[in-house]
């Protein structure tokens, strides 16, 4: 690999590696991913939201537990029902994947790869996940369940946190078997990296599930829809209910296996490449945990 080729991967590893920082939160003062003694009340009509931050998690709507999305590029916030709302990955989060196996799982080396960052960057969605809504605070017993249940696009999936130097941890893959399942501890806030590895419509099929203070069981399903690349995003407002499609569920074949986990070294090589190369904007992060 010669001249532009190798300039391509380098900056591409540089600038996994910039968004790849800790997972994040955001105080509980109205800013992004907060909650305040007041709840957002409940939005309506369809959205598109591609830029800025936003937040998926549970609350109690009028007393009913349900999985909705917390819009915060409103003022103020607005939670929205997951029907309602398309998440545009528009091209300006495309990437290339490096020509380095420790960034197997998203690809070969030099596929495109479209990547919703750990950290916020300017013109590309910031979504994470919170268990904040004040009265899932104050009434969920320890955590809540996060399950993945299918996944239907024209690409795969994969959703990964970073832990200690910068190592990732896959938390959700589309080309493994369903269902998947996570723990959000209760009245937490974090953000991941979101990654599709070709455009078009992604259904993802979520359940949040918990255990309340008074020993009731409460459980939600719902669909996130993703429109990714350059396609127009109310392509995606017409995909069908889960129970009117298939599901994708297939596992990977024997010896397919991605690496789950980045090496320290490499991730220090890469690093040192980012300041030269990456042209995006880095923004402070705060602690993983708010404390509203």
Do not use: C
């Not at 907060?34 to 936003?54: L, M, N, Q, W």
């Not at 009028?62 to 997951?82: K, L, M, S």
């Not at 296996?257 to 300041?275: E, K, Q, Y």
């Amino acid at each position: 690999m010669t001249g532009p080729r190798i300039r391509r991967a380098a900056a591409a590893a540089a600038a996994l590696v910039l968004t790849l920082g800790p997972a994040v939160s955001a105080h509980a003062d109205g800013t992004p991913g907060a909650e305040s003694g007041t709840a957002p009340g409940t939005g309506s009509g369809r959205t598109v939201i591609g830029d800025g931050h936003i937040d998926m998690g549970p609350r109690f709507d009028h007393g009913t537990w349900t999985v909705q999305i917390r819009d915060d590029t409103t003022r103020p916030a607005t939670w929205r029902d997951t029907s309602d709302v398309v998440l545009q990955v528009k091209d300006t989060a495309r990437t290339e994947v490096p020509d380095s196996e420790e960034f197997g799982f998203l690809g070969d080396p030099g596929d495109e790869v479209w990547l919703l960052p750990q950290v916020q960057q300017d013109g590309v969605l910031w979504p994470g996940w919170n268990s904040q809504e004040p009265k899932v605070a104050a009434n969920v017993e320890r955590e809540v369940t996060w399950r993945l249940t299918g996944v239907e696009g024209p690409g795969d999936f994969v959703l990964f946190l970073n832990g200690s130097f910068g190592t990732p941890k896959v938390l959700f893959d589309s080309t493994k078997t369903f269902p998947q399942e996570t723990g959000i501890e209760v009245n937490t806030h974090v953000h991941g990296n979101w990654a599709f590895t070709a455009p078009g419509t992604y259904l993802l099929d979520v359940r949040m599930s918990a255990v309340t203070k008074d020993g009731r069981s409460h459980d939600s399903g719902r669909t996130l829809q993703f429109s990714v690349g350059p396609q127009s995003p109310e392509k995606a407002f017409a995909a069908p209910p889960p129970e009117d499609r298939k599901t994708r569920a297939e596992p990977k074949a024997a010896g397919s296996s991605a690496p789950l986990w980045w090496g320290i070294g490499a991730t220090a090589v890469t690093a040192g490449l980012a300041i030269a190369l990456v042209r995006r904007t880095r923004r402070p992060t705060d602690q993983e945990r708010d404390q509203p």
